[in-house]
């Protein structure tokens, strides 16, 4: 009897399994909205888009807004692209073709992934002259223009609501990738699909500024994303900023571009950049450095507008310590404002501007690079104050003025872009460091670097040379210390230091530089002369709340004069270093 009972359960369990595997069969094509959660966090990073091979399926897919198919559409014109999802008609192939008209050879060929497809742009001059490259186009994008949201890429990648300019919606025609935009995406959503697109290329071969926009077609009624080549910068020495011309190929002279197009679910946007994610991880690695959590409580110890006869060096009264200018007090008292002021509030970290002072006859090239041969008799007097505030637990930075340029001497008006491959350079930055490094100071704020890497200018070392000469080197020589980079870096120099932004340029996430850069340290800075655009008064947006929100959202806020504006930090929100 027990094993007739038996045999019954195992068929009708053997029923079931099969009743389930039939059903699980025939709805494997069903979607479900809203995210699943990734098997794992860090998936494998597929080979380089643009080297013949798809990127391969992740947890990211979970954030697909339905099933999406691309087609290439082949017209005597030009080819075309015709995107849907779930049925949706997203990208139309009635816009322009996929380049402008151009003097090169263009070939084109569609690689499909899961939420799009990249499109393989192969661009050769064959001619025995220069010609210009063709602007690459995505084009007839069906998204209503009064409910869209727009992808703002300049600093910082968030949304922003499209800005008039005269019959076009545009971000930014005059700004370039890598020299002021972060990553070289563009983006837009509406209520049920975020449509994405990424240039995809080897910025340090290729060497062109890659600027990218937003246009409304009229005659279409349909958005165009534009991507052009510059071989130089703006010029923004007039009233109105003009581009610069076309980028140009020489005779046989042949480039390799991808543009990655894909489609998300709106409110998971970030994964319709999952190509250059990937190819972006493959090319450049990871983080370099160690994300430090802690806000910082920027002091600036003087200002230009203070430069007088009894006061050459401009510096404040105030001083480092609290007590009276550095020229006359030095160092005295910092360990004592630490603890009365700067420690209770909730900060651990402190960067010093000016420390050296502003320069009297060469104003211009403010602010000082000498930011420790340079000291006045009174600060070399009291450096052990500074060190015994560092061994009371403050971590000191200073803010080197014009960091990628080599000084000829204090205020002599010399100034040569920093070139790693001489001697004398390295040597004279070293200088300046090991006596910062010796005395315990453990962070450097980078002024005034560039992340071109176009133009002509010899002024400052190009984001490739800071890449792969500068930033290894400083690295190796003082390994403890951390970096700040200003202005804004874009993606890959990220990788070597924090990136420092005004705070009225950061919207409410930053997730897609969390996306791109896990382990990354953006600082969005607070100051009241620098006002959000979207607050009425000047000090309007120093509030607690914007602090405190900014490190909910992964960011490390740099404040100034917080003592004054009571910015104090709950530390409660402070991540404990892993």
């Not at 509030?543 to 740099?558: K, L, Y």
Request: proline share 7%; charged share 25%.
């Amino acid at each position: 009897m027990q094993q007739r009972d038996q045999r019954s359960w195992w068929r009708t369990g053997i029923w079931w399994v099969l009743l389930f595997g039939v059903v699980g069969t025939a709805c494997g094509e069903v979607r479900f909205p809203g995210p699943v959660p990734p098997r794992n966090p860090q998936p494998e990073h597929p080979s380089s888009p643009d080297r013949g091979q798809a990127p391969k399926r992740d947890a990211d897919q979970a954030a697909a807004p339905g099933s999406v198919q691309v087609e290439l559409v082949e017209r005597s014109d030009g080819p075309r692209l015709r995107l849907r999802v779930d049925g949706r008609e997203i990208v139309r192939p009635e816009g322009p073709a996929l380049y402008s008209s151009s003097s090169c050879r263009v070939t084109v060929e569609k690689e499909s992934w899961e939420e799009g497809a990249l499109l393989h742009f192969t661009i050769a001059n064959l001619t025995e002259s220069s010609q210009e490259l063709p602007e690459l186009l995505i084009g007839g994008i069906q998204m209503d223009r009064q409910r869209v949201a727009l992808l703002e890429n300049w600093k910082h990648v968030h949304f922003k609501a499209p800005l008039e300019s005269r019959d076009h919606h545009q971000l930014h025609a005059l700004r370039s990738y890598p020299a002021q935009i972060y990553s070289p995406v563009l983006g837009m959503r509406d209520e049920s699909v975020f449509l994405g697109s990424s240039v995809i290329y080897d910025v340090f071969s290729v060497r062109r500024e890659v600027n990218l926009d937003y246009r409304w077609d009229r005659r279409n009624n349909s958005w165009t994303k534009h991507v052009r080549f510059w071989d130089d910068l703006p010029d923004r020495s007039g009233d109105r900023p003009s581009p610069p011309p076309i980028a140009r190929l020489d005779p046989n002279e042949e480039i390799r571009v991808t543009l990655a197009v894909g489609a998300a679910a709106p409110d998971q946007w970030v994964h319709a950049f999952r190509p250059y994610r990937d190819e972006f991880r493959d090319r450049f690695g990871e983080v370099r450095y160690q994300r430090s959590a802690e806000p910082i409580y920027a002091i600036s110890l003087g200002t230009m507008a203070l430069i007088s006869e009894d006061n050459p060096r401009g510096y404040n009264r105030w001083g480092a310590g609290g007590l009276g200018r550095m020229d006359a007090e030095g160092w005295r008292g910092l360990r004592q404002r630490a603890n009365r002021e700067i420690l209770p509030a909730g900060y651990r970290r402190v960067l010093f501007w000016q420390v050296s002072g502003s320069y009297r006859k060469h104003r211009a090239q403010n602010m000082v690079w000498e930011i420790t041969s340079a000291w006045p008799e009174a600060m070399e007097n009291t450096a052990d104050d500074l060190v015994a505030a560092i061994e009371g637990g403050l971590t000191v930075g200073l803010w080197w003025g014009r960091a990628s340029q080599i000084s000829g001497g204090f205020d002599s008006g010399e100034r040569t872009a920093w070139d790693p491959d001489r001697e004398e350079h390295n040597q004279a930055v070293f200088r300046e460091l090991d006596r910062a490094y010796e005395l315990g100071v453990r962070l450097i704020g980078l002024d005034a670097t560039s992340s071109a890497i176009g133009g002509r200018s010899d002024a400052r070392p190009r984001s490739d040379v800071l890449f792969k000469r500068i930033m290894p080197m400083l690295y190796e020589r003082y390994p403890e210390m951390q970096w700040i980079i200003e202005p804004a870096p874009c993606d890959y120099l990220h990788l070597w230091g924090a990136s420092f932004l005004w705070s009225r340029d950061v919207g409410e996430s930053n997730a897609f530089a969390e996306y791109l850069i896990p382990g990354h340290e953006t600082n969005p800075v607070f100051k009241r002369d620098r006002p959000h655009p979207d607050l009425d008064r000047q000090d309007a947006h120093m509030v607690r709340e914007r602090v405190e929100n900014m490190i909910r959202a992964g960011m490390t806020p740099m404040v100034y004069n917080a003592d004054r504006y009571g910015l104090a930090i709950d530390r409660d929100l402070i991540a404990e270093p892993e």
